[in-house]
């Protein structure tokens, strides 16, 4: 228990949000009952173990389950007794802790075909995701060596975050747990290696969070002390290097991951995210609604393509960071960089941000206007744009986007991956200034005509004109 709650991964998740933690606690039940079945079979067990299985697919989108679901059939039918009956509980039991996870769901939509329509999204996006350009090996730096590149916009190499040694020794212990327990025909301690890796193999086919760690956090606990069950002195070493980390981590709370976050929830043009990073007292005098209409009108205003974003010259005080925001839009206009004063707030052991309508233009107000007047000489192109969250088939409509716009799927593909979905729509290309037919349509893809020169101005409350683009 020492072991584990010295992980600087588990410490960080108890004040997080995120389902990671509730995930991790379901697999391990999951684990817990299973492993109670193979060492003495009986349905109770095994139903058990099926029943949390499928709790914890509902919890967190399911991309581990068939891997441990397979796992777990192969153990049930090397068994010599009731193979096909012990089969079917475990899959009958699966799949109702599946259902029972969506409980609420179904006590306001008793009908499962929606429900069953809803599984369709997730797919697509992983599938999508799949297909990206996804670096196999960095989960694995990111355990051995500390090494961790985030696979989002302007990602920069870095460091895992909650890196302790217990992950990379956790990783060895893991790879020679497995090899004996073949060796030995040893079951359970089989299972719970075998549990393990499948987490690390399906990790390493994802776009890899370094959360996507944490079922496994308590798994690499118990291999390590069954490996020093006969030498406890170590298991107290890994506690004592342990805290080390647990400090910078949990207690120190670096900046610097706040500051990367910043920024890319700016380049990703991620509104939801960016407004609950804003200091709560402030959130209060600002719905979160208004903050997101604003924002994406501002730089649809401006004809916004691509946003990208740094924070340099970075001073930091007691309780507060002061830094330089530089954010480069780049519109149908041309290129208009912005420079502003970032600040942020040490609250609840937290680093929060302090809004300010400068960061995304100085002097801007949402009370001000936005006004776009056409130059004489200017030409009307045609752009297409696209909603992301419709995008049901994300190779299919690709596939349709390039046909009807003539721009090539990959181009369209790293345009609209670039931004987070949101109902909002998203950037395409330009498909020119000829006539086209604006029929050829799939949902979500819609075709606008804009003026290719424009003076693009705000007026502040003196009346005063803030010139954007000339």
């Known amino acids: 228990m020492l072991l584990f709650a010295s992980s600087p991964f588990i410490s960080t998740q108890v004040r997080e949000t995120m389902l990671d933690l509730p995930l991790m606690f379901f697999f391990l039940l999951h684990l817990y009952y299973f492993l109670g079945y193979l060492k003495n079979p009986n349905f109770k067990q095994l139903i058990l173990s099926g029943l949390f299985l499928g709790i914890a697919t509902g919890c967190k989108i399911g991309v581990y389950t068939p891997l441990i679901f397979l796992i777990g059939v192969f153990f049930i039918f090397v068994n010599k007794n009731k193979k096909i009956k012990n089969f079917l509980f475990y899959s009958f039991s699966l799949f109702a802790g599946y259902c029972f996870s969506f409980i609420s769901y179904f006590a306001k939509h008793p009908n499962p075909i929606p429900w069953l329509r809803l599984h369709q999204k997730p797919i697509n996006f992983y599938l999508g995701q799949a297909a990206s350009q996804i670096d196999h090996f960095n989960q694995i730096k990111g355990m051995l060596i500390n090494r961790y590149q985030g696979f989002w916009a302007g990602a920069e190499l870095g460091t895992l975050g909650d890196w302790s040694p217990m992950l990379s020794i956790g990783l060895i212990i893991l790879i020679i747990e497995i090899i004996i327990s073949i060796k030995k025909k040893d079951k359970p301690l089989l299972y719970l290696g075998l549990f393990s890796l499948s987490f690390i193999v399906i ?268």
């Open 203 to 470: 990790n390493s086919f994802l776009p890899f969070f370094p959360r996507y760690l944490m079922p496994i956090i308590p798994t690499f606990c118990i291999l390590i002390v069954i490996c020093f069950q006969q030498k406890r002195f170590f298991v107290y070493l890994l506690i004592l290097l342990n805290l080390p980390y647990y400090y910078t981590s949990v207690i120190l709370q670096p900046y610097q991951g706040t500051l990367e976050s910043t920024t890319r929830f700016i380049d990703t043009r991620n509104y939801r995210e960016l407004y609950r990073a804003i200091r709560q007292d402030e959130r209060q005098n600002l719905p979160e609604n208004f903050f997101v209409t604003t924002y994406d009108n501002f730089l649809d205003q401006i004809g916004t393509r691509k946003v990208e974003s740094k924070i340099t010259n970075v001073q930091k005080y007691k309780n507060k960071i002061i830094g330089q925001l530089e954010v480069n839009y780049q519109t149908r206009y041309g290129q208009k960089i912005n420079i502003s004063q970032i600040e942020f707030n040490k609250i609840n052991n937290q680093w929060k941000l302090n809004w300010n309508w400068n960061y995304l233009y100085n002097n801007y107000h949402p009370n001000y206007p936005i006004i776009v007047k056409t130059k004489p000489n200017s030409k009307i192109i045609t752009e297409a744009f696209m909603s992301p969250r419709l995008m049901l088939d994300w190779g299919l409509n690709l596939t349709q986007i390039q046909n009807f716009t003539g721009i090539n799927q990959r181009i369209i593909n790293e345009r609209i991956r670039y931004s987070v979905p949101d109902k909002y729509y998203r950037w395409v290309g330009d498909i020119g200034t000829t006539k086209f037919d604006k029929t050829q349509k799939i949902p979500g893809l819609e075709y606008y005509e804009y003026p290719n020169l424009a003076k693009i101005y705000f007026v502040d409350n003196n009346q005063n004109e803030i010139i954007i683009f000339k």
